[in-house]
């Protein structure tokens, strides 16, 4: 058994294809329409419970809460489409889109960073750029995202 195939993986390659939106995108795990094959359980996963935490919630901490989602989500496609273009280099229709995500998420992160706190290195290079005197290391203001808290 020892020098026995269990199996033999065979992957396709990708096309470029239809993209979901950021929205449907990281609730379904991928930004490509032909990739999306749910798991059969999906269905049965219970739905956010975002009114009753909202109500607990200030209206400080709901728009950190929103903004951080907006990052997520086109933090996201940003990834999956660098996975992507990490197979097809030449697909100028994927470049095209990953620029622009790029961009996007750069702006979302420096909004995140002047309205809460800094996320990554490069926030914190922009807030050294824009106040070159300054002397705040900031990570300590906010909550690290994974732990599921913000502001």
Not at 15 to 37: M, V
Request: with cysteine.
């Amino acid at each position: 058994m020892q020098n026995a195939h269990l199996a033999v993986a065979s992957v396709p390659v990708q096309n470029w294809g239809e993209l979901y939106d950021q929205d449907a995108a990281l609730k379904t795990g991928t930004i490509f329409k032909d990739l999306d094959l749910p798991f059969f359980a999906a269905d049965q996963i219970p739905g956010a419970l975002s009114s009753l935490e909202d109500s607990l919630k200030s209206p400080e901490e709901i728009k950190c809460r929103d903004k951080m989602l907006e990052v997520q989500k086109v933090s996201f496609m940003m990834d999956d489409l660098r996975l992507y273009l990490d197979t097809h280099p030449e697909d100028q229709d994927a470049l095209a889109v990953f620029r622009d995500v790029v961009r996007q998420r750069k702006q979302t992160l420096s909004e995140f960073a002047e309205q809460f706190y800094p996320l990554t290195p490069d926030c914190m290079a922009e807030i050294y750029e824009k106040e070159p005197s300054s002397s705040c290391y900031c990570w300590q203001k906010g909550a690290a995202p994974w732990e599921g808290v913000c502001c």
